[in-house]
């Protein structure tokens, strides 16, 4: 997993690199399907589960998950992309998203950005042996709600392993010591799902992207971790 991981980070450092305004999201998933490939075993998670035909989900602005790349979504400046993949290694997945901003965005643009960013970390740091689930979502909903933000209730974060969505689910909200006891060598996907407005979502006639109802903007973050004796430790990062 860690090894899938690292081709995760990887993913996600190429499509920083190359994001540009005027890109369109298929742009994207065939940058992102060429990275994965070209490691020796990787192949997308993502293409074929539960029926999803790409190796990326793009989420632009009020979409907070599951956008299908199109050669027809072209990427504007001041929009950010919520960019989600998995890569499945030798029957081993790993899960990570990225939210970024398309050339130069608002002060307040960069503002949940960051605070979704926090919350994941806030999130990540309650993985620890003798803590619930719970604490995890305690943890995110508290950096979320103190900042003004909504917190997405109709999706979680996940276990993940040999299957790419397992028992435990892990929302992103919650109260202490409730939930599923961590343990060691957990391996969980934490992934923060925050609105600038109100949190209830609504799903496209496309039957997958998921956007806020208010239309407000979105943004996500996520890791695959693994708990250790000695905390968690980040399995997608470079
Ligand atoms: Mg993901
Ligand atoms: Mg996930």
Known sequence: MSRAGRIV??????????????????????????????????????KGLYGFPKTLCTSVDEEIVHGIPSPKRVLTEGSIVSVDVGVQLEGLHADSATTLPVGQVAPDTERLLRVTQ?????????????????????AVQQVAESAGYGVVRELVGHGIGTRFHEEPQVPNYGAPKRGPRLLEGM???????????SPVTRTLGDKWTVVTADGSLSAHFEHTIVITANGPRILTSA
């Open 9 to 46: 980070a990887g993913t996600l450092d190429r499509i920083r690199e190359v994001l540009r305004p005027g890109m369109s999201t298929e742009d994207l998933d065939a940058e992102a399907e060429r990275f994965i490939r070209s490691h020796d075993g990787a192949v997308p998670s993502f």
């Open 118 to 138: 926090e919350c994941l970390a806030a999130g990540i740091a309650q993985a620890r042996v003798g803590n619930h689930v719970g604490d995890i979502g305690y």
């Open 187 to 197: 391996t969980l996907a934490i992934e923060p799902m925050i609105t600038v407005g």
